[in-house]
T-cell receptor, first 115, second 110 residues
Framework: DAGVIQSPRHEVTEMGQEVTLRCKPI?????LFWYRQTMMRGLELLIY????????DSGMPEDRFSAKMPNASFSTLKIQPSEPRDSAVYFC????FGGGAGEQYFGPGTRLTVT | GQQVMQIPQYQHVQEGEDFTTYCNSS?????IQWYKQRPGGHPVFLIQ?????EVKKQKRLTFQFGEAKKNSSLHITATQTTDVGTYFC??????????FGSGTQLTVLP
């Protein structure tokens, strides 16, 4: 089992540029989560999909952030335009069960730096 | 909305000493989960507690779920340098997602 796969692992970009983060969940898992982690704010849930449908996107900071899950094996988180305050580690996680019912498996994360 | 508070935020212990982190929720939880994140790593699931008053052990780690299902604790006996990391509790929130506590960062001094 390859686990949750995220790419890229590191991304450095300039302010104003578009950033796309990618995630492949564990096969068979029907829930996918995007988190952001910073020293100041800790681990924050951005958006949660169940069966490819967005269930809760209340954590998405603003319109610059968007997420899609076109099929059960792929999701993207896009930031456009990026800003320095978006610098953080972005984690994707998947779960066999929806919501908070079951354990979540986290990917290795994407460390984003916006200069 | 539901909040999960965790204390302490930081803990430094000498290797061999015990360590405890506490988690408190503003609402009753159907279950509580614990995760560990090593420095530079990602959160890794440790355990899930479901029953009121439940106690589970994993080697030197002891997890408890309160009788009212609003608090939980993780106790490590005789810490080792491999225990270094941040320990998070997490409980189901509204819309059935997980709400993570702020974490307790454990440093073990050799």
């Amino acid at each position: 089992d390859a686990g949750v796969i995220q790419s890229p692992r590191h991304e450095v970009t300039e302010m104003g540029q578009e950033v796309t983060l990618r995630c492949k969940p564990i096969s068979g898992h029907n829930s996918l989560f995007w988190y952001r982690q910073t020293m100041m704010r800790g681990l924050e849930l951005l958006i949660y999909f169940n069966n490819n449908v967005p269930i809760d996107d209340s954590g998405m900071p603003e319109d610059r952030f968007s997420a899609k899950m076109p099929n059960a094996s792929f999701s993207t988180l896009k930031i456009q335009p990026s800003e320095p305050r978006d610098s953080a580690v972005y984690f994707c996680a998947s779960s066999l069960f929806g919501g908070g019912a079951g354990e979540q498996y986290f990917g290795p994360g994407t460390r984003l730096t916006v200069t | 909305g539901q909040q999960v508070m965790q204390i302490p935020q930081y803990q430094h212990v000498q290797e061999g000493e015990d360590f405890t982190t506490y988690c408190n929720s503003s609402t009753t939880l159907s279950n509580i989960q614990w995760y560990k994140q090593r420095p530079g790593g990602h959160p890794v699931f440790l355990i899930q507690l479901v029953k009121s008053g439940e106690v589970k052990k994993q080697k030197r780690l002891t997890f408890q779920f309160g009788e009212a299902k609003k608090n939980s604790s993780l106790h490590i006996t005789a810490t080792q340098t491999t225990d270094v990391g941040t320990y998070f509790c997490a409980g189901p929130g509204s819309a059935r997602q997980l709400t993570f506590g702020s974490g307790t960062q454990l440093t073990v001094l050799p």
